[in-house]
């Protein structure tokens, strides 16, 4: 019986770790803190590097040139969905990355509101006003990335 219990225990923190939206892409580096999201083939980044103070931006992939779903469009929005319906819309200006990169990347400025949207969100999704909404991810684990966005760049 404690076997079984044990296994089940595993089986559900395993579960738990899995059903994490935001993953930690830099484990054990001191000096920088960068989280990522995936979706659709698409790869979302946030990050920062010690004393800097913004949120770096890299969106990467998919089947189509990101430039082309964006319609030329560099100025995107990111939207941050609460669980009781409100919602956060924080701007972002972006940079494409041609050839085999396909990326694009920015810096997203989040303000003391915007940290709690992050941390405590239910959803993010990335549009543009001609191109619609192009990404889009859940948040959970966001609370922690946040927790280390704060303890090592001082957000």
Not at 8 to 15: C, V
Not at 60 to 74: K, M, Q, V
Not at 136 to 151: C, K, N, Q, Y
Request: one cysteine or more.
């Amino acid at each position: 019986m404690r076997k079984i219990l044990l296994a089940m225990g595993l089986s559900m923190l395993a579960s738990a770790a899995v059903a994490q939206d935001w993953v930690d892409s830099t484990p054990a580096q001191p000096d920088r803190a960068f989280y990522e999201a995936r979706n659709g083939g698409k790869t979302l980044m946030l990050g920062c590097y010690r004393s800097q103070q913004h949120l770096s931006f890299t969106l990467l992939g998919g089947a189509e040139p990101l430039h082309a779903s964006l319609r030329g469009e560099p100025a995107l929005l990111v939207w941050i969905t609460l669980s009781d319906g409100r919602t956060g819309r924080y701007a972002i200006d972006t940079e494409y990355l041609g050839g085999g990169d396909n990326a694009l990347i920015g810096k997203l400025m989040l303000g003391s509101e915007g940290k709690q949207f992050f941390a405590q969100g239910t959803e993010l999704s990335i549009s543009g006003s001609d191109a619609g909404t192009f990404f889009s991810t859940g948040l959970s684990g966001s609370a922690r990335a946040m927790e280390d966005f704060r303890a090592t760049c001082g957000l």
